[in-house]
């Protein structure tokens, strides 16, 4: 069967409406995604258009991918120029864009190397061999005991072995059987993770802000303890910053808010600049050592555009100009969504630009409430029953961010 004939505008663009597009989607794409009726055309900056022209604030970021803005200017340039040169060559051979990518983004990061693949789950799923590897090789656990402390609540994407230690059933629901080797305990809870680890522990691989679950923020002391506990203990300390990190908590990483170093950190989303995928594990050489020639890799993983693009991200954060936004933008959004509790809101969770905001149920699901806001030309995402999540693009101005809270307050009050 061949496909029907398309037409397209001068641009490329498919030019069928919205509504049409929304109906093609239906009978050809698998349902595993349940997006709001909202199909994008075009995007600058903090705002996205539709295919009929109307403009929407994006207050999600594509989940934080987008930290740096849509089609920001000097990651475009960056992307426009390496197309122009050079794309692939896979890992078979070396290409000039690795080295420095892989240079700064250490230096960034305050370790030592970096392993480069291309999504989250990519970078999670190589984590785990890497500390598996180390547990066997440097610490000596027996073959095949090797186990991995990780936190209810988690969300470190979709592959089988991530789903094996996720506590969302729906995320597991019909895909055992699963990976061994993964213990869960409660998040933000220092003594049930002392008890959990043992001679057999590899790693604990948390996340420093639970996003997906809702922007869970731990106790002060938490991630510091984490750390103690895990050195006490000689096992790695993982961090999955693939949400949390690159500026979107008002630091660099979100470790840093307790002045701590993962043994291995775990990067994704935003280091592609809302472009390529890009993802990495960011580690200590001995413990990155322990992967040899044959062991590991990807076809994409360091590729000479992502690793370009790559690099200009890392030339953004290095100016702290991002950094600085969502800190002191943050104190706007913190504000600002204080002033709702009591009025629609019944709490939220903030660090820097990213928030998790429970909305009364009597007013609406965090999919009403999505939809309401989607009418008044506001983007944003909801998770978990009535919480919505906010995460705009690092680059979104007060007035654009205060102008967002007067529509979540306007939809509150006018119910959906
Ligand atoms: C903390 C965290 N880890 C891993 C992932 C998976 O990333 P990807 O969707 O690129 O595989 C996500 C995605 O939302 C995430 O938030």
Not at 41 to 53: K, L
Not at 56 to 79: C, K, Q, T, W
Not at 218 to 247: H, K, M, N, W
């Amino acid at each position: 069967m061949t496909a029907p004939a398309r037409a397209t505008t001068s641009a490329g663009a498919d030019a069928r409406s919205s509504e049409e597009l929304i109906r093609a989607e239906e009978p050809v794409l698998a349902h595993n995604y349940h997006p709001l009726p909202v199909v994008v055309a075009r995007a600058e900056g903090t705002w996205v258009e539709d295919v009929e022209g109307r403009r929407y604030l994006d207050m999600l970021a594509g989940y934080s991918a987008l930290n740096f803005g849509h089609r920001n200017p000097v990651l475009i340039e960056a992307a426009h120029r390496q197309l122009d040169r050079l794309t692939l060559t896979s890992r078979a051979f070396h290409n000039d864009q690795l080295a420095g990518f892989a240079e700064s983004l250490a230096a960034l990061t305050g370790l030592d190397m970096v392993l480069p693949m291309n999504t989250g789950a990519e970078a999670v799923e190589s984590a785990v061999k890497v500390a598996r590897k180390w547990a066997y090789e440097v610490k000596g656990v027996e073959p095949g005991r090797a186990t991995i402390v990780v936190a209810a609540g988690n969300f470190h994407g979709r592959t089988t072995t991530i789903v094996s230690f996720s506590t969302d059933e729906s995320a597991r629901e019909g895909f055992g059987p699963f990976t061994p080797g993964f213990r869960v305990v409660p998040y933000n809870d220092l003594a049930a993770l002392e008890a959990a680890i043992d001679e057999t522990t590899a790693a604990v691989l948390i996340e420093p802000v639970q996003g997906e679950a809702g922007v869970i923020i731990p106790d002060d002391g938490y991630l510091a303890g984490v750390r103690e506990l895990t050195r006490r203990a000689g096992c790695l300390f993982v961090a999955d910053e693939i949400q949390s990190g690159l500026g979107r908590t008002g630091t660099t990483l979100a470790v840093e808010h307790e002045s701590v170093v993962p043994d291995l950190l775990l990067l994704g989303k935003a280091l592609g600049g809302g472009i390529v995928p890009v993802s990495a594990v960011v580690g200590r050489r001995d413990v990155l050592s322990v992967l040899r020639p044959g062991e590991h890799g990807s076809t994409f993983g360091g590729n000479p555009l992502a690793a370009a693009v790559g690099s200009a991200v890392v030339g953004l954060l290095e100016t702290g100009e991002y950094q600085r936004r969502a800190a002191e933008l943050g104190v706007v959004l913190r504000d600002g969504l204080a002033a709702l509790v009591g009025r629609g809101v019944e709490g939220f969770r903030s660090r820097g630009l990213w928030a998790g905001v429970d909305i009364d149920p009597s007013i609406g699901t965090g999919r009403e409430i999505s939809q309401g806001l989607m009418d008044e030309g506001i983007l944003v995402k909801d998770t978990h029953g009535s919480t919505i999540r906010l995460a705009p693009p690092l680059t979104i101005t007060a007035e654009e961010l205060l102008s967002a809270l007067g529509s979540l307050e306007k939809v509150l009050t006018r119910g959906v």
